[in-house]
């Protein structure tokens, strides 16, 4: 055997106990919270509301909050994110500012959450006025998921061919009509990956919740996430108290077990969505 060929077995090997090595990595994981996780899940488990006075558990409160924050999130910082991407490809020319603005962008999606968490706490929190609550947590994650949604939402559209862009100039079509009609399409499956994985960073994120949407396990409704000091504690949030502050490890393996579903299905999801997006294109 020539020294060439032995090395592309041995590469080939170290490509294929790499790939088991990460697929047992990942089966074990799943394997050991759900064998921990479900013993715990019940249908009282996930519509029930807790209470100290009652003697009850539950972590409805944290589900609801969990979705509070992701679409409060994505309503704010999804507009921004394909904006910003719209203006930097679309209406501004490479040059120096696209440059450092993507740059910028970069550090910004290399920063600690528990940065954003803390300059929150201050900004949101204390110097709005709008006290530890859904909306001051969802403000907050809205720049944390921001740089994620320009960077993927850029590409995206950089990969649009430039000649759909001049077919539908030489139609006499403005650029926001261009834009809107025939970019923003074909760059439709970028923009959905990058919202799709601001949802899962949403969805794992603690550390800056806790400063900002707090800890506490109460029930809210539709209206009072928008009040200030209406604090409520995501999933992941109420994982960490109950793992680290109240040391109930079959609750928070419970918890960990829905985090798990959640990301399988937003999963499921996003290859439904980009199956759906390659028959419309």
Do not use: Q
């Not at 923009?191 to 396990?217: N, W, Y």
């Amino acid at each position: 055997m020539s020294k060439r060929k032995l090395i592309s077995v041995l590469f080939l090997w170290l490509c294929y106990i790499s790939a088991a090595v990460t697929v047992l990595l990942i089966l074990g994981l799943v394997f050991t919270v759900f064998i921990r996780g479900r013993e715990m899940l019940t249908v009282e488990i996930l519509t029930g509301i807790p209470s100290f006075l009652k003697g009850t558990i539950g972590i409805l409160p944290n589900i609801l909050n969990t979705v509070y924050i992701v679409v409060l999130t994505l309503g704010i910082a999804l507009p921004l994110g394909v904006g910003t991407a719209i203006y930097l490809n679309e209406y501004r020319r490479a040059g120096i500012t696209v440059r450092i603005i993507e740059f910028a962008v970069d550090i910004l999606a290399g920063v600690p959450s528990i940065i954003y968490g803390l300059v929150g706490l201050l900004v949101f929190v204390t110097s709005l006025g709008l006290g530890t609550s859904i909306i001051s947590g969802a403000l907050t994650m809205a720049f944390v998921v921001l740089p994620g949604i320009v960077r993927t939402s850029l590409e995206a559209l950089k990969s649009v061919p430039a000649g759909y862009r001049d077919g539908a100039f030489a139609l006499g079509t403005g650029r926001w009509h261009t834009t809107r009609t025939v970019v923003l399409p074909s760059a439709l499956n970028g923009v959905l990956a990058g919202a799709i994985l601001s949802v899962g960073r949403i969805i794992g994120e603690s550390a800056a919740l806790i400063f900002t949407a707090g800890v506490a396990d109460k029930m809210l409704n539709i209206f009072e996430i928008f009040s200030p000091n209406n604090s409520g504690s995501t999933l992941t949030v109420a994982l960490y108290i109950y793992a680290k502050e109240r040391g109930d490890f079959d609750m928070a393996f419970t918890i960990a077990l829905v985090l798990v579903l959640l990301s399988f299905v937003l999963n499921l999801s996003a290859r439904a969505l980009f199956k759906i997006g390659r028959v419309k294109t």
